[in-house]
C-alpha cells in the first residue's frame, strides 16, 4: 500500500513538472506574434540598388539598418518615400572602408561598417549622393558635419541562428544585418516562391551582407517552417520587390560556417541608438581639421584632451586604412570629452602618425555647440592651432575657453526703425577685443554697441561673434521678427510662451511696428 502511494506521488510531480514545462513553453511562445514585417513602417528606406560596387554591408548596415533607426529616432515619416535627406549614405561607408578604392568589386565587412557608424558617423544622401562609379570620394564638409548626428551607440551581436533572440529584436524594432553565400540565393528564389530552405541553401562561402526586416512562423518550404523576410540590395526588380525569405532552419548552415572575422562572418548584428531614450542623439564638441595637402588613409588619427603625452581622453576614427587621400576637410565628433571640458579642462591636441603619403596640416581647432547641434553654427570656435603649419606625422595642440557671447537690443523712435543692440558678453580669459555683427539683411558691424536700421518688414537673425584677446570666440543669436498694423506704444515683457508658440523673449511694441526674438537660435 506505501508503495502503490509512492508511485502515485512520483507520478502526480511528473506530470506537474510536464504541465509547467509546457506552460512555460506556450508563455515564451505567446511572447512573439505570429508576423511581424518592419518594411511596412514609414520608417523604412525604399529597396536600393548596389549596382557594381562590392557594397552590399554599406547598404545593409549604413542604409537599411541605420537608416531605419535613425528614421525612428527622428520621426521621419517619409523615409519610404525616398526623401534623399532621410535616406543614409552608402557610399559615405563604403568609400572608407574597402579594401583597394581602386578595384570597385573588392567588399567590406559588416563590422567594419559598423564601426565607422559607432566612431564617425553616417551622412544623409543629400550630403553624399551614393555613386556606384566613384568608390574614393570620402564626403566633403557637409557631409563631415553631418555626420556626427547619425552615430549609433553600440551594437549587439548573435549567432545567425539564435532565431528567439533575432525574432524578438524584429520585434523590438531594429532590423538584423547578416552574411550569405549569395550563390545559393538562386534556388530559392527561381521556383518563384521566394524562399529559400534547409535543403536549397548549401554554403560555400559568406560573400554578401543582407538585412532581415521581418519575420513569419506560416511561411514554408521544403518541409521548414518559419522564415525571416530579408532585403536585398539588388533592385526592386529582383526577387519579390528586391525582398526573399530564409527559413529558421536554413540559418542553421549559415550559422556553422567558420567564423573567421571579416567577411566570412557568421554573426547576425542589430545596431543600437546613441541615446538609450531613443531622442535625437546632439553633439557638444567638434574636432575640425584641414589639410593645404592630404595625405593618404594610412595615416592614423587620434584626438584627444589633456596633454599628448598624458591625455585625459582620447578618440580615433575607425575606418579601413585603404591607399586613397583623405580628404582636405574632415572633423570628428569629440562629445565623449565633454564632462572633462565642463569641469576646467580646457586643452585638445590632434596627433597624425605616418602613412604612405605625407600631408600637410593647415588648421586644427575645436567647436563647441549649445542645447542642439546646428551643422556649422557652434556657440564657440577656439583659436587655431599653435604653431606653424605641420607636416604630418604632426602633434597640434590648444587650449579652448571661449567667451560667452551675448547680446541685448531695443528699438530707438518708432519713425526711423532703428535698433540699438548692446554687448554682454563675457570672457574668463581677459577682454572682448573684437565684434562681428551679421544683422541678417546683408548688413554687418564690428561696433561694440551698433544700430541698425531695417528697411523692410520681416524675419532677421541676428548674429554676434565675440572674440576675446586669445582668440577665442563666442558666438550668439537671435531671430527678430518686424510686424505692422499694431497702433500701440511702450515694452511688452512676455514671462511664458504663447500657447502653441515658441516663447518670446524681450518683446518690444512700438507705433505700428513689433520686435521680438527667439533667443540663441544659432
Avoid at 10 to 19: D, E, H, N, P, W
Avoid at 280 to 289: A, H, I, R, S
Avoid at 435 to 452: A, C, L, M, R, T
Wanted: contains cysteine; aromatic residues 12%; charged residues 20%.
Amino acid at each position: 500500500m506505501k508503495k502503490y502511494r509512492w508511485w502515485a506521488v512520483a507520478l502526480t510531480l511528473v506530470f506537474i513538472a510536464c504541465y509547467l514545462d509546457s506552460a512555460v513553453a506556450i508563455v515564451q511562445q505567446d511572447t512573439f506574434p505570429v508576423e511581424v514585417d518592419l518594411s511596412q513602417m514609414p520608417y523604412f528606406p525604399p529597396i536600393g540598388d548596389q549596382g557594381n560596387l562590392g557594397s552590399c554591408a554599406s547598404w545593409s548596415v549604413g542604409y537599411y539598418a541605420n537608416g531605419f533607426l535613425q528614421a525612428k529616432i527622428h520621426e521621419w515619416n517619409d523615409t519610404y518615400s525616398g526623401n534623399p535627406s532621410h535616406l543614409m549614405s552608402p557610399s559615405w561607408i563604403y568609400n572608407k572602408v574597402n579594401f583597394n578604392s581602386d578595384v570597385n568589386i573588392m567588399g567590406s565587412a559588416t563590422t567594419w561598417c559598423i564601426d565607422l557608424i559607432l566612431s564617425v558617423g553616417a551622412a544623409s544622401m543629400t550630403a553624399m549622393p551614393y555613386n556606384e562609379n566613384n568608390s574614393v570620394d570620402w564626403g566633403n564638409e557637409s557631409a563631415w558635419r553631418e555626420a556626427p548626428l547619425y552615430r549609433i551607440g553600440g551594437y549587439e551581436q548573435t549567432t545567425s541562428n539564435d532565431i528567439d533572440l533575432i525574432k524578438s529584436w524584429i520585434k523590438e524594432e531594429h532590423l538584423v544585418s547578416f552574411g550569405i553565400d549569395s550563390t545559393q540565393m538562386k534556388a530559392g528564389i527561381s521556383d518563384d516562391n521566394f524562399v529559400v530552405s534547409y535543403f536549397e541553401y548549401n554554403e560555400t562561402k559568406k560573400n554578401h551582407a543582407v538585412t532581415i526586416v521581418g519575420y513569419n512562423d506560416s511561411v514554408s518550404d521544403d518541409g521548414d517552417r518559419g522564415a525571416f523576410k530579408v532585403a536585398n540590395s539588388w533592385g526592386n526588380e529582383w526577387g519579390d520587390n528586391g525582398f526573399f525569405w530564409m527559413t529558421y532552419h536554413a540559418m542553421d548552415k549559415i550559422a556553422s560556417g567558420l567564423d573567421l572575422g571579416g567577411f566570412n562572418d557568421p554573426k547576425a548584428y542589430r545596431l543600437l541608438p546613441k541615446n538609450s531614450d531613443m531622442s535625437p542623439y546632439q553633439p557638444k564638441l567638434l574636432g575640425v581639421w584641414e589639410f593645404s595637402v592630404a595625405p593618404d588613409a594610412t595615416s592614423s588619427i587620434e584626438l584627444g584632451i589633456g596633454s599628448p603625452e598624458s591625455p585625459v581622453n582620447t578618440r580615433s576614427p575607425e575606418w579601413i586604412k585603404i591607399h586613397s587621400d583623405l580628404p582636405t576637410f574632415m572633423c570628428l565628433d569629440i562629445s565623449e570629452f565633454n564632462q572633462d571640458f565642463s569641469s576646467g579642462t580646457r586643452d585638445f591636441y590632434l596627433r597624425i602618425l605616418p602613412g604612405i603619403k605625407i600631408g600637410v596640416i593647415e588648421s586644427f581647432t575645436i567647436e563647441s555647440y549649445d542645447e542642439k547641434y546646428i551643422l556649422g553654427n557652434p556657440i564657440g570656435i577656439s583659436k587655431e592651432s599653435t604653431g606653424p603649419i605641420s607636416m604630418t606625422p604632426a602633434i597640434m595642440t590648444v587650449n579652448f575657453n571661449p567667451p560667452k557671447a551675448d547680446f541685448t537690443y531695443m528699438a530707438s523712435d518708432a519713425k526711423n526703425n532703428q535698433i540699438f543692440f548692446s554687448d554682454k558678453s563675457i570672457s574668463s580669459e581677459g577682454s572682448i577685443t573684437k565684434w562681428v555683427w551679421n544683422f541678417g539683411d546683408g548688413e554687418i558691424s564690428s561696433e561694440q554697441n551698433p544700430s541698425h536700421t531695417y528697411e523692410k518688414l520681416g524675419e532677421y537673425t541676428v548674429k554676434l561673434i565675440a572674440v576675446d584677446e586669445t582668440g577665442d570666440k563666442g558666438i550668439c543669436g537671435s531671430i527678430i521678427t518686424i510686424q505692422s498694423q499694431l497702433e500701440s506704444s511702450g515694452p511688452i515683457e512676455r514671462t511664458t510662451p504663447p500657447a502653441g508658440g515658441v516663447f518670446l523673449v524681450g518683446c518690444l511694441l512700438f507705433s505700428g511696428m513689433l520686435y521680438h526674438s527667439k533667443r540663441k537660435v544659432n
